[in-house]
């Protein structure tokens, strides 16, 4: 019994060790994501910065499935209450914030052709997202390209995304957004 017993805790070790390097060693994903002429999303991920080979997370693909309505049940009902709201997005923000000033970006490649149907409407989405597009293009790291399309209705894009973490880093603006939102005086 005593040889079972310490083989479970030499386990039970080495599995939290294991654990605990795997949580506080950097990852590298690299996110592409395409709209045409089919929809596919695959993220590949290396663990330890990138060094050792990595494995594929990716959705499977069907045309046949069907969404399911779900009844959602929230704790918080924001409908007609705006402070409550802007709390809500105040947190959100400070969330995403927190998760960008954490996460290391080595490159972001993006392409969207949009088109609003009226040429007068594409124009206007298209003088409005000028200012961000130029704002967003810092050196070789990050490069936007959006096209408008005066001829048709449409959205279409890919994306190339990599990042690098810490997950342990980043999961202080989770416990930071979890406590602030469910803390002690909710």
């Known amino acids: ?43 590949h991920a290396q663990p330890f910065g990138g060094i050792v080979p990595g494995f594929e997370l990716t959705a499977p693909q069907n045309g046949t499935s069907k ?15 705006p402070q409550k709201m802007a709390h809500m997005l105040r947190l959100f923000v400070d969330l995403v914030t927190g998760i960008i000033h954490r996460t290391d970006i080595e490159h972001v490649k993006a392409e969207v052709e949009f088109g609003g149907g009226d040429p007068a409407e594409t124009g206007q989405i298209y003088g409005l997202l000028t ?10 790291k990050m490069h936007l390209v959006a096209r408008p399309n005066f001829d048709e209705r449409c959205l279409h894009g890919a994306a190339d995304i990599c990042i690098r973490i810490v997950p342990i880093i980043v999961a202080i603006p989770f416990i930071h957004f979890a406590w602030r939102l469910y803390g002690l005086e909710r």
């Open 131 to 140: 200012p961000l597009i130029f704002a967003i293009h810092i050196g070789d």
């Open 1 to 43: 019994m005593s040889v079972l017993m310490s083989l479970f805790l030499w386990g039970l070790a080495v599995g939290l060790i294991i654990a605990g390097v795997l949580v506080s060693t950097p990852w590298k994903f690299t996110v592409r994501w395409r709209s045409a002429p089919q929809f596919e999303i695959a993220v």
């Open 67 to 81: 969404a399911k309505t779900v009844k959602s049940v929230s704790r918080f009902d924001v409908r007609g209450k």
